[in-house]
């Protein structure tokens, strides 16, 4: 080991040398990192489910997951780099039981160090410019590829990689020099990022390489990572509620947040930059210019009641102009736009016009320590989706979409509390331990909080507890189930504490999310690769072949056990023909969903190809083939509402292009604020949503029917729907 170790310092000073760049200071590792992993490891080979021995053959894995993690596209390292660190492979398990952590450090320093050199030659070919008039082709998809073998190989890489930002901003109308001032800018604040990072990035990236070569959903958490996990999991923080990002060496305001400290205070706006914060009112002022983001969030948070003092330079003002000193006092800080939420859509039929609640739940979220407590007014999914429920029924809807999309899980609890809304009282899902126990997971509350018609609808983002809610629904007959297949994520993972463990008074050793179990639908089947399926499948926007737990070299098996004793609470097997062929005469007719039906194919060609013109031309013929296509669709919306003119954009489709959405090819720190993709997408939730409108007429055909058929409603509503007169 040490033989290597002075190999790969040797290589380092070399490249560095010959390319004439300054050294930078190696990362090394902590000592309490080097104990963390011996403990990690131990935890793994014990506690996980399958626990894997750290041996020669977890270590190839640990390694080749590692090398992934910082060069997945093969665009960094050159093939000697690979080969001379290749000698660890069958290494690392016993560094890391010798708590030495030289080896992942080195690997890491030369990565940083072969960062350094690609957007410095990047910069480099700025001053140039590029011919467009050639006929090659970038190829964005090397995650299959050889490394390079030679520095000029791995140079042509990074060349067409600039001539493509650099067409992206030409298309988009920027001159040359602006171009190149915003792509040298670009590069340099990625030369900028690299420098800040530190031994927890190196140990934060290793050990989730370690965790995630053990089985996809194992994880390993360092403190600040925790401390993410734990806002996601309870939707809620101490802070002044405020949205940052880095602009220019800048922490810059990106939105405020509603009835936050900062938003009441009136005193600060979008775009605004944070230079200075400082700890309570007497406290000095401490300059966070050019610092890491996440070491600016974590000096602005705190407890709660305390205050916050912030130097702040004016969005308006310039770079001299005149700072002023805000304090703030800091408050608990809902996140609500991760928190389930309600709509209704009306859906005409004839004369009448149905009434269909959704409810659009983005995770199974629960403030796991406050109802440890005893809070009687934690926040959980299941709380919200119950209040929601009754204030939909105070609305009368006739049915209920429960919009499972891009929701990859949570609470296992969460899933069967909620399940529980929608049945009577019953087993929801089964967990197998690694010694083969089964235990059923069962809603034991009595009654409904709906009985009346209802749909899921999901994609194949909708993961774990999002496939143990709809799993439970299709087994028990409780609604129809439609979308894309799910993501086939059928394991149990579990949180240890490692600072608890160590009764480690600060946060230093971070979490381990472990998988500790299966779990299995009430019928004795499994998620697990398979997913859920569904009842009426839409047109596949997503790529089914390359997302999913299929996709992975080292998920779990699919099983299946014996089933648990369940009550179906309807059969849909009468409704549901009935329902697929009303939604394929509509797929045939209605203008909406042809062109999603076209995107989907539009979708899956493009899927197919790797690489992307470099050739202006060519490029700009692509782009005016998909603005005539928009104006295609925009003429026929017009037509369609008898508004000649009406509109700039058709009715969206996945791969319409809105105007507003054409490729400016800017990074989102490089956009107006106000004018970034999350600020986009917040303005698309507000636009129809092609799949949610299908699902409510889908549903509508639910209501439609069975109030036209009185035995038809008796088996696929629960009884108590249809002793209240539901639907």
Sequence with gaps: MWLLWSLLWLLCLSEASALELPMRTPLTPQQHQASTAKMVATLLSRYHYSAPPLDDALSVKVFDHYLESLDSERVLFLQRDVDLYSAARKRLDDAILAEDMRVPFALFNTYRDRQIERY?????????????????????????????????????????????????????????????????????????????????????????AYATAVDPHTNYLGPRASEEF????????????????????????????????????????????????????????????????????????????????LDVLPGDAGLDGKRKLIQLTRKKISIEEQAARKTIIEV?????????????????????????????????????????????????????????????????????????????????????????????????????????????????????????????????GRGVVLGEPSFGKGTVQTVVSLDQLLKSEKPVYGEVKLTVAEFFRVNGDTTQLRGVKPDIAFPVLSDIEHLGESSFDNALPAIQIK???????????????????????????????????????????????????????????????QEARQKQRAAEDARASGKAGAGKTATRGAAAVDPDDADDGLLDSERPAGQTRTDKAKKKREEPDVLLTESARILSDEVSLLKGDARLAAKVLPRAAVTAGNP
């Excluded at 390079?148 to 060349?159: C, F, G, K, V």
């Excluded at 979008?270 to 400082?278: N, S, T, Y």
């Design 563 to 625: 089933p648990a004793s369940f009550a179906p609470a309807g059969e849909l097997d009468g409704l549901i023909p009935d329902l697929r062929s009303r939604y394929q005469l509509r797929l045939g007719s209605d203008r909406a969903l042809k062109r999603l039906n076209e995107d989907a194919d539009e979708i899956a060609a493009l899927r197919k190809r790797t690489t992307v013109s470099l050739n202006e031309a060519e490029r700009r013929a692509e782009r005016d083939a």
């Design 348 to 476: 005409k039929e004839g004369a009448s016009v149905r009434k269909i609640g959704v409810i659009t739940l983005p995770s199974f979220y629960e403030d796991f320590e406050a109802r440890r407590q005893g809070d009687k007014e934690f926040r959980s999914a299941s709380r919200d989706v119950a209040r929601l429920l009754g204030e939909l029924k105070k609305d009368k809807v006739d049915g209920v979409v429960v919009d499972l999309r891009n929701n990859g899980g949570g609470s296992l609890r969460q899933a069967v509390e909620i399940t529980g809304l929608f049945i009577d009282q019953g087993p929801v899902v089964q967990q197998r331990d690694a010694q083969g126990k089964v235990v059923v997971e069962s809603d034991t509350r009595p009654g409904f909080a709906w009985s009346g018609p209802m749909a899921v609808l999901i994609n194949r983002f909708s993961a774990s507890a999002s496939e143990i809610f709809a799993a439970a629904i299709q087994d028990y």
């Design 230 to 309: 734990d806002i996601s999991m309870k939707l809620s923080l101490v802070g002044i509620g405020t949205v940052l990002q880095t602009r220019d060496e800048y922490t810059t305001i990106r939105e405020l947040v509603p009835g936050g400290p900062a938003a009441l205070s009136g005193k600060l706006k979008v775009g605004d930059r944070i230079v200075g914060v400082g700890q309570g009112t007497t406290a000095p002022v401490t300059e966070v210019l050019g610092w890491r983001l996440d070491d600016v969030v974590s000096q602005i948070r705190g407890k709660l009641d305390t205050v916050v003092v």
């Design 120 to 208: 410095t030659y990047s910069r480099q070919l700025l001053k140039a410019g590029f011919d467009f008039t050639e006929k090659e082709t970038l190829d964005y998809d090397r995650k299959a590829a050889d490394w390079p073998r030679t520095q000029e190989e791995l140079r042509d890489l990074w060349r067409k990689r600039v001539k493509n930002d650099w067409l992206r901003l030409r298309l988009a109308g920027q001159k040359d020099d602006a171009i190149r001032t915003t792509l040298d800018k670009r590069y340099e604040g990625f030369l900028s990022r690299i420098d800040k990072t530190n031994a927890s990035d190196v140990f934060q990236v290793f050990m989730d």
